[in-house]
């Protein structure tokens, strides 16, 4: 079992930044990718970001691309996600997801077998 666990949300205003950080731990014995998602409130999760397990390979979704930047830590336990020029519309819960000991970034959730609990980010406006 791997638990995941969020920090760094938070109430930004539009333009700013805001650095997401999520530490695995548990079984953590083999390379595995993971990702963040997010769900605004009336609206499906989504996929955000996703990276592999040595950090070489990375997808963004269309409408973060050039704002958000995810990156893996020495440990390769930790994923950040690194959220500039915030708009309103980023609202919303985030949460970090890890594949059981699968190297490939996919960007449907049900690919994921591990999630965190989520942490809110709200930017106004």
């Known amino acids: 079992q791997v638990q995941l666990a969020e920090s760094g949300g938070g109430l930004v205003q539009a333009g700013g930044s805001l650095r997401l950080s999520c530490a695995a731990s548990?079984?953590?014995?083999?390379?595995?990718?993971m990702a963040w998602f997010r769900q605004a409130p009336g609206k499906e999760r989504e996929f955000v970001s996703g990276?592999?397990?040595?950090?070489?390979?990375?997808f963004y979704a269309d409408s973060v691309k050039g704002r958000f930047t995810i990156s893996r830590g020495h440990a390769k336990n930790t994923v950040d996600l690194q959220m500039n020029s915030l708009k309103p519309e980023d609202t919303a819960v985030y949460y970090c997801?890890?594949?059981?000991?699968?190297?490939?970034?996919?960007?449907?959730?049900?690919?994921?077998?591990?999630w965190g609990q989520g942490t809110q980010v709200t930017v106004s406006s």
């Open positions: 990276i592999n397990w040595s950090g070489g390979v990375t």
């Open positions: 997801a890890a594949r059981s000991g699968v190297d490939l970034v996919r960007t449907s959730g049900s690919r994921y077998d591990y």
């Open positions: 548990g079984r953590t014995d083999s390379s595995y990718a």
